[in-house]
T-cell receptor
Framework: GAVVSQHPSRVICKSGTSVKIECRSL??????MFWYRQFPKQSLMLMAT?????????EQGVEKDKFLINHASLTLSTLTVTSAHPEDSSFYIC?????????????FGPGTRLTVL | DQQVKQNSPSLSVQEGRISILNCDYT??????FLWYKKYPAEGPTFLIS?????DKNEDGRFTVFLNKSAKHLSLHIVPSQPGDSAVYFC??????????????FGQGTRLTINP
């Protein structure tokens, strides 16, 4: 299947700092990428849909000024957690749709574990 | 409002036997369903899917059954193998309404296959 990478895999930061997470589609061009977060023993919750060349679409309850998304190219989307606080600590996962794949199938990155002290 | 529910947080099955994972949904607009498998500290990987126009889809050891009237789907794994131990997520989308983009996930079921 298609390959999606994420960087970094793990990050620890101080409260009040900003953290950028990158999501790359390695062998395909993704016009649409998705950002999820997962709390321990809970489901993946969609945060936003990232569209190349346009503004991201955020889910209800997700602060767009807090979670900045940039999808500047067909292979890269970034999520910046601004002024991070301990409650932002979570597992963040991106996914991308491969236009060549069966419909609705999303390929997921390995995730980024964010810990805010 | 949990639109996709996996009511069993965990399931333990003997190697070689059948594993049955269940998923219920509430949104009648969902028309495509997927199962993902997830290992710790990794992203989910696609396993199998089914369209609402079908009631069964089979791929090797994996079969997904869909009961639209009951808004219920299940994943059968037979025979179960130790490598199947993982967390399984059920996901649904409403293609006609949302343009095939958005997936709604269940809470996941942790499957443990005992040797």
């Amino acid at each position: 299947g298609a390959v999606v990478s994420q960087h970094p895999s793990r990050v620890i930061c101080k409260s009040g700092t900003s953290v950028k997470i990158e999501c790359r589609s390695l062998d395909f061009q993704a016009t649409t990428m998705f950002w999820y977060r997962q709390f321990p023993k809970q489901s993946l919750m969609l945060m936003a849909t990232s569209n190349e060349g346009s503004k991201a679409t955020y889910e209800q309850g997700v602060e767009k000024d807090k979670f900045l998304i940039n999808h500047a190219s067909l292979t890269l989307s970034t999520l910046t957690v601004t002024s991070a606080h301990p409650e932002d600590s979570s597992f963040y996962i991106c996914s991308a749709r491969d236009p060549r794949a069966r419909r609705n199938e999303q390929f997921f990155g390995p995730g980024t574990r964010l810990t805010v002290l | 409002d949990q639109q996709v529910k996996q009511n069993s947080p965990s399931l333990s099955v003997q190697e070689g036997r059948i594993s049955i994972l269940n998923c219920d949904y509430t949104n009648s607009m969902f028309d495509y369903f997927l199962w993902y498998k997830k290992y710790p500290a990794e992203g989910p990987t696609f396993l199998i899917s089914i369209s609402s126009i079908k009631d069964k889809n089979e791929d090797g050891r994996f079969t997904v059954f869909l009961n639209k009237s009951a808004k219920h789907l299940s994943l059968h794994i037979v025979p179960s193998q130790p490598g199947d131990s993982a967390v399984y997520f059920c996901a649904a989308s409403a293609q006609k309404v949302q343009g095939a983009q958005k997936l709604v996930f269940g809470q996941g079921t942790r499957l443990t296959i005992n040797p």
